[in-house]
């Protein structure tokens, strides 16, 4: 799985550096919270920019709040696109996007089997470009999470409704 996610991201870097389009490579920190369920994801993400367009990759460790009702912890990836409300390549925008999130999350007490999550999410925020370089990004989300795989490997709370606020920040090249 790791050799997987490497391989796409660094096909990904290259795709985009033979085209002399800016990209970003940074962290960022996302906080589901909905139905009784509060988690923390936390990753390092990739995006591209053309004019009004953006595509990122991302890949994310999930874990439970130390108040969540039962632990877990777990790895995923993402993919997502996102439309802008001004020129990518030259600035600060607002946006708008979505993005899909599959998540292998382990319940403690349970097998050692991930549970697949998936996670469509509707999301807007700005983005901050700081001097040529920096950047951050707050946005706040909507998502749906479902699970995917049969076994009971996880809480009746674990699907559904999420709000989901992030922020990412790093370097743009």
């Given at each position: 799985?790791?050799?997987?996610?490497?391989?796409?991201?660094?096909s990904a870097l290259s795709l985009t550096a033979s085209a002399q389009k800016p990209w970003e490579?940074?962290?960022?920190?996302?906080?589901?919270?909905?139905?009784?369920?509060?988690?923390?994801?936390?990753g390092l993400r990739y995006e591209n920019f053309n004019d009004k367009t953006s595509f990122s990759?991302?890949?994310?460790?999930?874990?439970?709040?130390?108040?969540?009702?039962?632990?877990?912890?777990?790895?995923?990836?993402?993919?997502?696109?996102?439309?802008?409300?001004?020129?990518?390549?030259?600035?600060?925008?607002?946006?708008?996007?979505?993005?899909?999130?599959?998540?292998?999350?382990?319940?403690?007490?349970?097998?050692?089997?991930?549970?697949?999550?998936?996670?469509?999410?509707?999301?807007?925020?700005?983005?901050?470009?700081?001097?040529?370089?920096?950047?951050?990004?707050?946005?706040?989300?909507?998502?749906?999470?479902?699970?995917?795989?049969?076994?009971?490997?996880?809480?009746?709370?674990?699907?559904?409704?999420?709000?989901?606020?992030?922020?990412?920040?790093?370097?743009?090249?």
């Open positions: 799985m790791k050799n997987l996610v490497l391989s796409v991201l660094i490579l940074g962290g960022e920190y996302m906080r589901p919270i909905g139905k009784g369920y509060k988690s923390n994801i936390v990759v991302g890949i994310t460790y999930h874990f439970s709040s130390r108040d969540a009702y039962g632990g877990f912890k777990g790895y995923g990836m993402y993919a997502g696109f996102r439309n802008s409300f001004g020129n990518n390549t030259s600035g600060s925008n607002p946006f708008i996007g979505l993005r899909v999130l599959f998540a292998f999350e382990n319940f403690e007490g349970k097998t050692n089997l991930g549970s697949l999550m998936f996670t469509p999410i509707g999301e807007a925020g700005y983005h901050f470009v700081f001097g040529e370089h920096f950047f951050t990004t707050p946005s706040i989300g909507y998502g749906y999470q479902i699970k995917v795989t049969k076994e009971h490997n996880t809480r009746d709370q674990d699907e559904g409704g999420r709000i989901i606020p992030g922020l990412s920040a790093g370097y743009r090249f």
